[in-house]
């Protein structure tokens, strides 16, 4: 599955749940999450999309990591189950 459809399935997800999603684009900062997710009630998480089965480069992982460190949420996601476990609905 291609990054770009997990990216349309999140956006329609997240609205169907009351939410509201932003694209990122980040100045002179490699590596910084994609999306910004704001669900209700209050819940924000940053997230990183990605193709079926690929995982987030070094330097992703290194700028997830100082975000998370400033108490930042922070996901990973690459498939369409990873949207519906961030939205809830798979009943985790």
């Known amino acids: 599955m ?5 990216e349309r399935y999140l956006v329609a997800e997240v609205k169907a749940a009351g939410g509201e ?4 684009k980040w100045i002179g900062r490699r590596g910084a999450p994609d999306r910004l997710v704001m669900l209700p009630p209050g819940r924000t998480v940053w997230v990183e999309l990605k193709a079926l089965g690929i995982e987030a480069e070094p330097h992703q992982a290194r700028e997830h990591h100082r975000m998370r460190c400033m ?3 922070v996901v990973v996601i690459d498939s369409l189950a990873g949207v519906d476990k961030l939205i809830g609905s798979d009943g985790a």
């Open 2 to 6: 291609r990054e770009r459809d997990i």
């Open 21 to 24: 999603v932003r694209k990122v």
């Open 71 to 73: 108490g930042q949420g």
